[in-house]
């Protein structure tokens, strides 16, 4: 009886705190809940984020009590605030936000404080972020003819402030003179013809410009082609090195193009691009580039763009740069010959049109490349239901090569589109594969399933816009994520006609994509 009366009085006992806790922690949360504090909590994670060089986007977390919120911005600071604000920002509404200041000064470190601000409560305190502007670019583009083999004309808005022209390689220093500055027109002579240049727009230690060109092919140094002359012929009586330049105009009849020399074929001028209208059917270990053409398949017998002919031979590089390739039944590349292929480099081209009945995309069945490089391109109504690259395991024919495979700065939409199909279907034994800053949209696809595509590509600065499959949590069949991609709807302008130019503007800062709807 002793010890249940005791057991029955410790029940007891501890029902009593049990029932004093509950009630304290109530009260306590009561009175925490109820405090009205006198000031306002100051603005918290705040982003900056610089855009077109030139232009900021600030935002923050907006606090129902603030009725708005005052914003200072310094120069040449970081954080210290010292001096006088060159920009006052008053009123800013949570409509408002993210908040975005234009016109700000190139290569300028700044800081920003904004602080919360209502009627009926103390201001808060400040709260600070710190960035730097780019490099400002008053550059406008150029227009028809302004490139020319041995020239430039560059164009700058009229009666902005610049003191020098700076130009490389070469070390060319051009100083310029009040009327080019009234014009915005500036023409420098004496470079040096199928040149990259870097140009540098100066005012005294201040840059205001930046932009890179490649002027044009010197006829004088390569074969003139015109539309009525027989490039086939010319072709055949080639010798390994020669240049032909094509004036604008149609070559072709839809028929096989075929080139068994190291030749290289180049439009004379990129604003009015000569057209080849056929297939290229590569020979005899020949090499090839193809520059500022119009590759067009839309006569031809069904093949793909370019095909790889003579087995048993290492074949040169392949180079196509600048060129819009369209309207090919089968695919892009078809190398089903046992050959070695030193490079292919896609680089700044636009290709759509190209269905894939009956082939992939890039298709190496039984051949190999040293290396594939494709960036800076633009792709779209194309393999819609094909992979995108297609590499066969012929490693035993060719022991100890590994390729090297760049994928870098494309826009990529609607490749690939069924939950079965694979950009990367890479089975060759040795590959090392880098895929980056890469637009990749609509697409059910997924990256590789194959167990010979390396399992650790390097990505980086990637977006996946309604394109599920690339992602994990997808669940996919995929062997390869790249869950470190951004899913940014890019908002292309009109993606139905090919224009992807990009209107976000966390993609736009970031320069993700085929630069030319970037920049």
């Not at 600030?58 to 060159?86: I, R």
Request: contains cysteine.
């Amino acid at each position: 009886m002793k010890r249940r009366a005791i057991q029955s009085i410790i029940s007891l006992a501890l029902l009593a705190v049990t029932l004093c806790n509950y009630s304290c922690k109530d009260d306590r949360a009561e009175e925490l809940t109820s405090i009205d504090y006198e000031r306002l909590f100051s603005p918290i994670k705040i982003e900056a984020l610089v855009i077109n060089r030139t232009d900021a986007r600030l935002n923050w977390v907006h606090n129902k009590e603030v009725e708005s919120y005052t914003l200072e911005l310094f120069a040449d600071d970081s954080l210290t605030f010292a001096g006088t604000p060159v920009r006052i920002y008053e009123g800013i509404t949570e409509s408002e936000l993210p908040y975005y200041i234009r016109d700000l000064d190139g290569e300028t470190r700044y800081s920003a404080r904004i602080k919360a601000v209502a009627a009926e409560r103390n201001e808060s305190k400040w709260s600070g972020v710190t960035f730097k502007t780019g490099t400002e670019n008053i550059f406008l583009p150029f227009v028809d003819g302004d490139v020319e083999a041995t020239s430039v004309t560059l164009r700058w808005i009229p009666g902005r402030i610049v003191t020098a022209i700076q130009l490389e390689p070469g070390g060319i220093v051009h100083t310029v003179t009040a009327d080019e500055i009234e014009a915005g027109i500036a023409t420098i002579e004496g470079l040096a013809s199928e040149t990259n240049y870097t140009v540098t727009l100066k005012n005294g230690s201040k840059t205001r410009g930046v932009l890179t060109f490649m002027t044009l092919v010197d006829i004088g140094n390569a074969i003139p082609v015109y539309p009525e002359d027989d490039l086939q012929a010319m072709l055949d009586v080639a010798s390994d090195g020669d240049v032909f330049a094509l004036f604008p105009g149609t070559y072709g009849d839809g028929s096989k193009i075929v080139i068994s020399k190291s030749v290289e074929i180049k439009g004379v001028y990129p604003y009015d691009r000569a057209v080849l209208n056929g297939y290229i059917s590569l020979l005899d270990g020949a090499g090839l580039v193809l520059k500022d053409l119009i590759l067009e398949g839309t006569e031809t017998d069904g093949s793909q763009t370019i095909v790889y002919g003579t087995g048993d031979v290492e074949y040169g590089p392949l180079t196509v740069t600048g060129c819009e390739i369209r309207n090919y039944v089968k695919g892009l590349i078809y190398l089903n010959v046992r050959a070695m292929v030193e490079s292919m480099t896609f680089h700044g081209n636009i290709i759509h049109g190209i269905v894939c009945d009956g082939g992939d995309f890039i298709d190496s069945r039984v051949g190999a490349m040293r290396s594939l490089t494709f960036t800076n391109n633009t792709v779209y109504n194309s393999a819609a239901s094909r992979d995108f690259i297609r590499y066969d395991d012929a490693s035993g024919s060719f022991p100890g090569i590994t390729t090297e495979i760049l994928v870098d700065h494309n826009t990529l939409h609607g490749v690939s589109n069924t939950s079965s199909r694979r950009l990367l279907y890479v089975r060759f034994r040795e590959n090392k594969i880098t895929f980056t800053n890469t637009i990749v949209a609509a697409t059910e696809g997924i990256f590789s399933n194959q167990a010979n595509t390396d399992p650790s590509p390097t990505f980086g600065g990637n977006n996946f816009f309604n394109a599920p499959n690339l992602f994990s949590a997808s669940g996919s069949s995929s062997r390869i994520f790249d869950d470190s991609a951004t899913q940014e709807n890019p908002g292309f302008t009109d993606a139905a006609n090919g224009n992807f130019t990009v209107t976000n503007e966390v993609l736009k800062a970031k320069g993700t994509g085929d630069p030319r709807w970037v920049n």
